[in-house]
């Protein structure tokens, strides 16, 4: 079989009728060896076109925008990874952001988590409601404070879980049959959990969506986003406005994520053991306030979190005693494997600052209100030796004193 649309179905449904386990998925998904010669690994189609034997008689590619073999495959193992049946992706995680939106009209109405990604705040209130369409911003870990915004004019429901930067955990079964009553889509920004971790399809989604950037694509090398839906009229849908508004990744970029998806139930198992380990050592240092980590047990969404994660990933955030800038500054600068940087979920740790990088476009008074403080620091906790990272951490609390 090559990278052609007529082989997508047939492997997708080989994957679910043999019923692969996660990591046999995560290395075969979608793939299979080069029609021509035979090569194992998905070929890099660097091309812009391709020649047709009569007009319109061609093998299911015209032009690279379009579709391009590399993305096909990169597409079909996405899908079979999030449970769905088609994928497609994007040049970045906010082409994807903004293809959901696209399929909104002026007068739509979206309820979103008030914690989320400053980036998809970003977009929803400079530059998508100015179209008409409005967003209403609340915490969902309340059911209720979602059904209370719901009107005619919903149509469409946001959710982080894990949310970004503050870790809150929202039930996805909850918010779907919200969704289904209102008949609005719901869309779970998956890119925490990865689906290694949670399926949002399966718990009744309508739209997953990921930054492939961060431990999908998992080493820091390339910027992609992606959607992976259920139904084929969603999927045209989609793929309409893929292809119209051309947000689409070249096929080096593509190849990488294929690449670093191949190894992510390992990266994910030492994400998860490193997380628990170091969550558990701040909570336990003298100098941490709190810790916002969902697996302690009483994380408010401690049991949410059990129930639709198999495990509560790498991802951590912390305050300081005395919630001083000054001292969550001072610490930022002091730790040398946790390298200062935005994103996250590469192999390597990560340390940040919410208030002034990744969440600095959503106004301070609407942080507050979703509980990030400025003193906040978040960590992206990687795959390196345990000990080796406490002991980073340990230095720059010293660097305090």
């Avoid at 998992?218 to 839906?229: C, E, K, T």
């Avoid at 960590?379 to 720059?396: H, K, P, Q, T, Y």
């Amino acid at each position: 079989m090559g990278w052609y649309p007529s082989d997508k179905n047939l492997i997708l449904t080989i994957l679910i009728e043999i019923d692969m386990k996660f990591g046999t998925k995560a290395i075969h998904a979608g793939v299979s060896p080069d029609p021509v010669t035979g090569a194992i690994m998905t070929p890099i189609y660097q091309t812009s076109t391709y020649v047709q034997a009569a007009p319109g008689d061609h093998k299911g590619y015209e032009y690279s925008r379009t579709h391009n073999p590399t993305r096909t495959a990169l597409q079909q193992a996405l899908a079979a990874l999030e449970n769905g049946k088609h994928g497609l992706c994007f040049s970045t995680g906010m082409g994807a952001v903004d293809a959901v939106i696209k399929l909104l009209n002026p007068g739509d109405e979206v309820i979103s988590t008030n914690d989320l990604y400053g980036g998809t705040y970003r977009i929803f209130t400079k530059v998508f409601e100015k179209y008409g369409i409005k967003f209403h911003f609340t915490g969902m870990q309340d059911p209720k404070a979602v059904e209370n915004l719901v009107t005619s004019k919903t149509k469409l429901i946001w959710v982080e879980t894990p949310t970004n930067p503050t870790l809150n955990i929202i039930d996805i079964e909850a918010m779907a049959s919200i969704a289904k009553k209102a008949q609005a889509l719901l869309v779970v920004d998956n890119t925490f959990a990865t689906p290694y971790l949670q399926n949002p399809l399966d718990l009744g989604a309508d739209i997953v969506l990921h930054s492939l950037t961060k431990y999908m694509g998992g080493h820091s090398d390339v910027v992609m986003g992606a959607l992976v839906v259920k139904t084929d009229a969603l999927h045209e849908q989609l793929a309409f406005i893929q292809n119209s508004c051309g947000a689409t990744p070249g096929p080096m970029d593509c190849f990488l994520v294929l690449r670093g998806i191949k190894t992510l139930h390992i990266r994910m198992r030492q994400h998860c053991e490193n997380g628990k380990q170091i969550a558990h050592w701040l909570k336990s240092h003298p100098k941490v306030d709190k810790v916002l980590y969902p697996g302690f047990e009483e994380h408010p969404g401690h049991l949410v979190a059990k129930k639709q994660m198999r495990d509560f990933g790498g991802m951590i955030s912390f305050t300081l005693k005395g919630d001083k800038i000054e001292d969550a500054v001072k610490f930022l600068s002091h730790t040398h494997l946790f390298s200062l940087a935005e994103s996250l979920g590469g192999v390597e740790s990560l340390i940040g600052h919410p208030a002034s990088m990744t969440h600095a476009s959503i106004p301070k008074a609407e942080r507050e209100k979703a509980g990030l403080k400025d003193s906040l620091i978040r960590l992206s906790v990687g795959i390196e030796d345990a000990e080796d990272l406490i002991e980073d951490l340990s230095a720059a609390f010293t660097a305090l004193s």
